[in-house]
């Protein structure tokens, strides 16, 4: 049996979930392929249910790192200002309720933040940021949603190249200029909350890719979905080794190291 301090405990990541309803019974979930970039990262997922905003601070006590994940669903507009523009389209407040102000503490408190898609989209509007509710309506910007009727593959294939801003976050974990991205989301970002820095962006001028300087840890959130076949994807496992270190770091840094056994005199 090994010594207490030579053991290593694995870094948790707390996974988003949305709200679905089954039939007639609710449900609390999370696409694996989130769950498969933690583990892919280095982390333990752990999927979050929604939790009340007292709850928070308990919950990201027992955390090293928050993946924020993509969802059909919208930020619900009443967040930024505005009215539903298209209410064909599915929202999630309860999801809204819980991730805003989890979104906030946990960049307060500087632990690694990776948002994808929707996630990015909550954490611009969690810090004051506005969204586009229909990014194809709006003068000069692209159609960035992917065809519904194609396969999974189709639609997250790659879609349009981004350009990477020189001297970013993202520059220096990539190592690229530019890249192709997938495109899979209709709403997108209109302005960006103060403070926040544009990491990359869309041929049509669309911001991409933003990181919030400020905040003590690492974050870095990411319109396009890194988490589809990651494994197998360049730019993607460079962005979640970055994140898994961080969470590492995290870790480390919060639990500090274990003690010594004691030696008798």
């Not at 990262?41 to 006590?61: R, V, Y």
């Not at 790192?65 to 967040?79: I, K, M, R």
């Not at 989301?185 to 302005?191: A, D, N, S, V």
Request: with cysteine; hydrophobic share 40%; glycine share 10%.
């Amino acid at each position: 049996m090994n010594p207490p301090h030579e053991i290593s405990m694995a870094p948790i990541v707390l996974v988003s979930s949305c709200n679905r309803t089954l039939g007639e019974h609710p449900f609390h979930i999370a696409g694996r392929k989130y769950v498969d970039a933690v583990r892919l990262a280095g982390a333990m997922p752990l999927i979050a249910p929604p939790f009340a905003e007292h709850e928070l601070p308990a919950l990201l006590d027992a955390a090293h790192g928050v993946l924020l994940t993509g969802s059909p669903s919208n930020v619900h507009p009443s967040h930024f200002g505005e009215a539903v523009h298209d209410p064909s389209l599915p929202l999630d407040p309860e999801r809204d309720a819980w991730t805003l102000p989890l979104i906030r503490l946990a960049l307060a408190r500087g632990l690694p933040l990776l948002a994808i898609c929707r996630g990015t989209q909550e954490t611009n509007v969690a810090l004051g940021g506005t969204l586009h509710q229909a990014v194809q309506e709006q003068p000069g910007l692209n159609d960035h949603r992917a065809d519904g009727s194609q396969p999974a593959a189709v639609q997250y294939g790659p879609a349009h190249p981004v350009d990477v801003v020189p001297g970013g976050l993202l520059a220096g974990i990539t190592g690229r200029a530019s890249f192709e991205v997938n495109s899979v989301h209709g709403q997108g970002i209109k302005q960006l909350a103060e403070g926040l820095r544009v990491e990359a962006v869309a041929p049509d001028g669309l911001v991409e890719a933003f990181s919030i300087p400020e905040a003590p840890g690492f974050n870095l959130c990411l319109q396009w979905h890194p988490e589809w076949q990651a494994a197998g994807n360049p730019v993607s496992m460079a962005l979640l080794r970055a994140f898994g270190e961080a969470v590492r770091q995290y870790r480390d840094r919060v639990r500090g190291p274990l003690p010594q056994a004691s030696t008798p005199a």
